[in-house]
């Protein structure tokens, strides 16, 4: 697993200034969709493995990541660059990821009253898991709230009041689910 130190959302991308930065946000708010490109070549790695983290499925984070970048060119005029870009658009990022689950639940929901009134067949069973877990795999198997919190804070390196703002909870909520989180890992990669 890699530091958090290393992982940590940083002030710009590899590679370039922030000044740099800067210039192509303004020439890209402007509507220079080379300008947005360049930005979108920057952040996508970070952007699809945040995507990935939380939602634990490489075509959804795909989609997702996406997603995130057509919402930022979007929205690119409500940034106001009183913070870092990258930072502005981790935590969009993040708004879609969570508007995605959100989604899905409520899918998942209309799908399940409709099998319990007889209308669908149940779905075929889930995959026995593995013996042997990775760390990813045992993120994977996390409860969403508390894999959400984990991958934020320990991986991300955003707060707990951060969190609470990002995904709606209180910070002791987040506290609590990263407590969680932490000692279902211990025992998973344990064994």
């Known amino acids: 697993m890699k530091s958090r130190a290393a992982t940590k959302i940083g002030p710009e991308p590899e590679g370039t200034t922030s000044n740099e930065e800067e210039v192509l ?61 990258s930072s502005w658009l981790y935590r969009l990022t993040v708004n879609v990821a969570l508007g995605d689950r959100r989604s899905r639940q409520r ?6 009253e409709a099998q319990s009134m007889g209308g669908l067949n149940p779905g075929a069973e889930m995959p026995s898991p593995e013996t042997r877990l990775d760390l990813e795999a045992a993120i994977a198997l996390l409860p969403d709230g508390a894999r959400q919190v984990f991958v934020l804070h320990d991986v991300e390196g955003y707060k707990h009041e951060e969190i609470s703002r990002l995904v709606g909870i209180a910070p002791g909520t987040s506290k609590a689910h990263l407590h969680h989180a932490r000692k279902v890992l211990k025992e998973q990669l344990a064994s």
Do not use: I, M, P
């Open 25 to 85: 946000v303004r020439q890209a708010q402007q509507g220079d969709e080379g300008a947005f490109e360049r930005l979108y070549r920057w952040h996508v790695n970070r952007v699809y493995a945040l995507c990935l983290r939380l939602c634990c499925d490489v075509v959804q984070a795909q989609e997702l990541t996406q997603d995130a970048f057509v919402r930022a060119w979007e929205r690119l005029d409500s940034f106001r660059h009183e913070s870092a870009f």
């Open 107 to 112: 899918r998942v929901a209309k799908l399940e």
